[in-house]
């Protein structure tokens, strides 16, 4: 195991997780986390001035990646504030340290299907129990945990497996997509950016707009794809004083005002909304 460090200016581990991004995390002691990706675990501790974060020695530059440590977000946020919009402002600040993860494109896929119509609590125990039943067990620092799954184990079950794991609606998709991943990978995504890339996540089964652009954002690296939830929507209403209600329209909106990096901003303005707003997640 080796540790690295890294500035907390720009990286708050818990901003980073809890933002609704991901979901195999779990804290395990004060200002400590157990990350887990893929097959893959590391252990965030934050101090006073920086973030520890230790993992295998094979995987150090994985994580380098996954946590987006190479990006400048120190240029970023002045992009944002540069925009004079108070509540964009407000967002950065909020949110300050909130980095974009690099994830596994199937596990991602696949845990934003879970993810819909569902709350993190149980998004986060729906993906638990698909780990421990089909993954694979491993021990890091003295914490045991399961792998995501194989795409060939995750295949060879169906809707009924799904199920019984409390997946509900969801069942179907995850059965259906796992199987589609397993035959093509993702060769109908191959080389499509933006609008062409989001068009060809639709193919997959129960991926729709809101969840592409989720997907594009996370695993595919596209910055300008701004996924719009209830959050987003009533933060257009609210804040820019929105008329519309069709969330395309109000994901065009957004991109058109911030551009390439839109969806960067996008999650400090979500995570802003969420942890400062009264419905529930």
């Known amino acids: 195991m080796i540790t690295f460090t890294f500035p907390n200016e720009y990286f708050s581990p818990k901003a980073t997780l809890e933002c609704g991004q991901t979901f195999r995390f779990s804290p395990c002691g004060e200002s400590a986390w157990l990350v887990l990706c893929a097959d893959k675990a590391c252990l965030l501790k934050e101090y006073a001035a920086e973030v520890h974060v230790s993992c295998e020695e094979a995987d150090e530059q994985y ?158 690296r596209e910055t300008a794809a701004f996924p719009v939830d209830t959050w987003i929507a009533r933060l257009y209403r609210e804040n820019f004083g929105g008329a519309e209600t069709d969330r395309e329209k109000i994901n065009r909106f957004f991109v058109e005002k911030f551009g390439p990096n839109a969806g960067i901003f996008q999650q400090y303005l979500f995570y802003y909304k969420r942890e400062r707003g009264d419905a529930a997640v």
């Open 63 to 220: 994580f380098r990646g996954y946590f987006d440590l190479e990006t400048d977000y120190a240029a970023l946020l002045k992009e944002a504030e540069a925009f004079g919009v108070p509540v964009l402002f407000e967002a950065v600040r909020f949110g300050r340290g909130l980095r974009i993860l690099n994830q596994d494109k199937a596990e991602c896929l696949l845990s934003f299907i879970v993810s819909q119509q569902n709350n993190i609590p149980r998004i986060k125990g729906n993906l638990s129990r698909l780990c421990a039943a089909l993954g694979e067990k491993k021990r890091f620092a003295g914490y045991d945990y399961y792998t995501f799954p194989s795409l060939e184990r995750l295949a060879e079950r169906d809707e009924d497996f799904y199920r019984s794991l409390g997946l509900g609606y969801r069942a179907r998709y995850v059965a259906a997509s796992s199987k589609k991943l397993l035959e093509e990978g993702f060769s109908s995504v191959e080389g499509k950016t933006g609008a062409e890339l989001k068009r060809a996540l639709t193919a997959y089964p129960g991926i729709g707009n809101k969840v592409a652009d989720c997907i594009s954002l996370f695993a595919f």
